[in-house]
């Protein structure tokens, strides 16, 4: 079983910067690197959890709208995790973010999939 990990949460003031990272948990011996898709989503308090940002295949990336030019998701082949960096946060991106990752495993595109226990990002005025 594939366990994702987040790090990287904390207090922040507005304007700051964050960076978020995700990885499988210490015996899974399968990267992170090795999914076809890694997400990074963000609950806010009583809202409903929602795409923030996306990369395929370690080279496409997409964002949602209220965080482009803001955010940027990337590989880091060293650590062995993909990252969320986070510049210029406002108050309202204050939430709990996961790393969601999956993979297709077969040719009939079966996927697993695995999410994170997520990481409180919090944004104060």
């Known amino acids: 079983q594939v366990q994702l990990v987040e790090s990287g949460g904390g207090l922040v003031q507005t304007g700051g910067s964050l960076r978020l990272s995700c990885a499988t948990s210490?015996?899974?011996?399968?990267?992170?690197?090795?999914?076809?898709?890694v997400d990074w989503y963000r609950q806010p308090p009583g809202g409903q959890r929602d795409l923030v940002a996306r990369?395929?295949?370690?080279?496409?990336?997409n964002y949602a709208d209220s965080v482009k030019g803001r955010f940027t998701v990337s590989r880091d082949g060293t650590k062995n995790t993909v990252d969320l960096q986070m510049n210029n946060l406002k108050p309202e991106d204050t939430a709990v973010y996961y790393c969601?990752?999956?993979?297709?495993?077969?040719?009939?595109?079966?996927?697993?999939?695995?999410w994170g226990q997520g990481t409180q990002v919090t944004v104060s005025s």
């Open positions: 210490r015996g899974t011996s399968r990267s992170i690197l090795r999914f076809d898709v």
């Open positions: 969601h990752a999956q993979k297709t495993v077969n040719v009939e595109g079966a996927k697993v999939e695995y």
């Open positions: 990369i395929t295949d370690g080279i496409t990336t």
